[in-house]
């Protein structure tokens, strides 16, 4: 049974960074795609970040105001840890930050903003 336990969330200011992790088990992913979403209060959820653990190719929101150049997602194998390093934290990244995973082709989780097995969330909090 797959198991995505996050930690790192916590209260930080505007313009810190934060590092969450995703501790994965129950499965060898090797074959799998990792990633993390979001969802902030009266919002839907939104694909932040997905990596894949084969080769470690990553890809990441592209929205206007996204993460990208912001934050980081990257895998430690032998951990079997995926991370999200968070920099320059605005307001608007104040949400649940959720790790998922799947063994479908990447576009499952990234178009359709789908997983096969999720976290428990872990709450990050900008503020002013």
């Known amino acids: 049974q797959v198991q995505l336990v996050e930690s790192g969330g916590g209260l930080v200011q505007a313009g810190d960074s934060l590092r969450l992790s995703c501790a994965a088990s129950?499965?060898?992913?090797?074959?799998?795609?990792l990633g993390w979403f979001r969802q902030a209060p009266g919002k839907e959820r939104e694909f932040v970040a997905a990596?894949?653990?084969?080769?470690?190719?990553?890809?990441?929101?592209t929205a206007p105001d996204s993460v990208k150049g912001r934050f980081t997602i990257s895998r430690d194998n032998a951990k079997n840890t995926v991370y999200l390093q968070m920099n320059s934290l605005k307001l608007e990244d104040t949400a649940v930050y959720y790790c998922?995973?799947?063994?479908?082709?990447?576009?499952?989780?990234?178009?359709?903003?789908?997983?096969?097995?999720w976290g428990q969330g872990t709450q990050v909090t900008v503020s002013s």
């Open positions: 129950g499965r060898t992913f090797s074959s799998y795609v």
């Open positions: 990596i894949r653990w084969s080769d470690s190719v990553s890809y990441y929101a």
């Open positions: 998922a995973a799947t063994y479908r082709i990447p576009g499952f989780m990234i178009q359709s903003l789908k997983a096969d097995y």
